[in-house]
């Protein structure tokens, strides 16, 4: 079984610029996850698909941060303009039900 | 609110030691417990999972336990290898997001 499959792996970009990740969850997994791990820290929930639609987004920065569910399959997760603290991070999950399931995450830094 | 925590931050063991690793939470209103194994630079590896009604799960040299009336969960490692080495992260499911503590960085020296 194919895992959860994230790009790119490592993104260098200054403030203010935009940047996209990708994330294609594990065949058939209904519910997908955006995480955004710092440095010496456990991942913090940013937003939760159910299918194509937004079940948590309370801890998304929604001035600059989006995210799309296209067709309840692939999933982007968008920043603009990027800040320094936006270093991190970004790991996408799914899960079938209950157990949730990782990709090797997009590591982020902001210059 | 829910608030996970891990201690120690850091262990260091020689090959071969059993050692046990805590996991402890403030609201026991939980659906399952999960415990994970980051490696550095790496995602999340999950490595059980413990429904709200059991008790412990096992995986090989791996065990994990669940006590929610006293808020706390151990992950036991037996035999432990260099392999091992790693950060393992513990995350609470409730009625609302997975809530992670910070992690144990294990270092297990040959």
């Known amino acids: 079984e194919a895992g959860v499959a994230q790009s790119p792996r490592y993104k260098i970009i200054e403030k203010r610029q935009s940047v996209a990740f990708w994330c294609n969850p594990i065949?058939?997994?209904?519910?997908l996850y955006w995480y955004q791990q710092i440095l010496g820290q456990g991942p913090k929930l940013l937003i939760q698909?159910?299918?194509?639609?937004?079940?948590?987004d309370s801890q998304l920065p929604k001035d600059r941060f989006s995210a799309e569910r296209l067709k309840g399959v692939d999933s982007t997760l968008k920043i603009q303009p990027a800040k320094l603290e936006d270093s991190a991070v970004y790991l996408c999950?799914?899960?079938?039900?209950?157990?949730?399931?990782f990709g090797p995450g997009t590591r982020l830094t902001v210059l | 609110k829910q608030e996970v925590t891990q201690i120690p931050a850091a262990l260091s063991v020689p090959e071969g030691e059993n050692l046990v690793l805590n996991c402890s939470f403030t609201?026991?209103?939980?659906?399952?417990l999960q415990w994970f194994r980051q490696d550095p630079g790496k995602g999340l590896t999950s490595l059980l999972l413990?429904?709200?009604?059991?008790r412990e799960q096992t995986s090989g040299r791996l065990n994990a336990s669940l006590d929610k009336s006293s808020g706390r969960s151990t992950l036991y490692i037996a035999a432990s290898q260099p392999g091992d080495s790693a950060t393992y992260l513990c995350a609470l499911g409730g009625s609302e997001k997975l809530v992670f503590g910070k992690g144990t960085k294990l270092t297990v020296n040959p």
């Open positions: 065949s058939g997994h209904a519910t």
């Open positions: 413990i429904q709200s009604s059991q």
């Open positions: 698909f159910q299918n194509n639609g937004v079940v948590d």
């Open positions: 609201d026991s209103a939980i659906y399952n």
């Open positions: 999950a799914s899960s079938p039900l209950n157990e949730q399931f």
